[in-house]
């Protein structure tokens, strides 16, 4: 049931039809199967749909909840057809947190989470294609980079070379050239 009413949610995340639900207690239950039997759909209207009744902070904290899930499943129970929803989710995190004034709270979630990002890079590189492996790498490099510049941590700048290698390592395996970074 729960897979239905997060799909709702979150339809342009295709991967989330490989999770297994079964142990997820979202936040706002009652919420999600209103939104879902409203026949609403997407991110926005979701947002919308939850300013009326309980407030957007919902949207965060489901948001937030379905992350850690994701981690969990990976973490402990070494299943990847969550990495590509996690990062999905981290992303569109990262996203909302920072379009609703959610700052403070996107800077403590990319201190928590983003090593777990980053132990999800070696079965990424070995499980995906060599384009999909890229991008997937490079969206997460990015991030940790951000948490690099932004914490003052040997940690953050650790997981960036980390991070680094693997991407590097992956390119020249499939034979793709870094893009030219731009630094501003």
């Known amino acids: 049931m729960e897979k ?3 799909k709702a949610v979150l339809p342009e995340i295709l991967e989330l039809e490989e999770v297994d639900f079964g142990q997820f207690s979202p936040p706002y239950p009652k919420l999600l199967r209103a939104f ?3 026949g609403g759909r997407g991110l926005r209207e979701f947002q ?3 300013e009326e009744s309980v407030g957007k902070k919902a949207v965060g904290q489901l948001l937030i909840s379905l ?3 994701l981690l969990i499943l990976h973490r402990r129970f070494n299943e990847y057809s ?3 929803p996690a990062v999905k989710v981290f992303i569109t995190l990262k996203g909302w947190l920072n379009e609703n004034g959610f700052e403070r709270d996107w800077e403590r979630l990319l201190s928590s989470f983003i090593g777990y990002l980053v132990t999800m890079v070696p079965a990424i590189a070995e499980k995906e294609d ?3 492996a890229n991008a997937y ?3 997460i490099r990015d991030l940790t980079e951000e948490a690099s510049k932004r914490f003052d941590s040997d940690y953050y700048d650790e997981l ?4 680094e290698e693997s991407l590097k390592e992956l390119r020249e395996k499939c034979g793709i050239s870094a893009p030219e970074r731009k630094r501003c």
Request: proline residues 0%.
């Open 82 to 84: 969550v990495v590509k």
């Open 137 to 139: 790498l490079t969206v």
């Open 36 to 38: 879902w039997e409203s």
């Open 4 to 6: 239905k009413l997060i």
């Open 160 to 163: 960036l070379q980390g991070v």
């Open 48 to 50: 919308k749909f939850s």
């Open 67 to 69: 992350l850690q899930y």
């Open 130 to 132: 060599c384009e999909s």
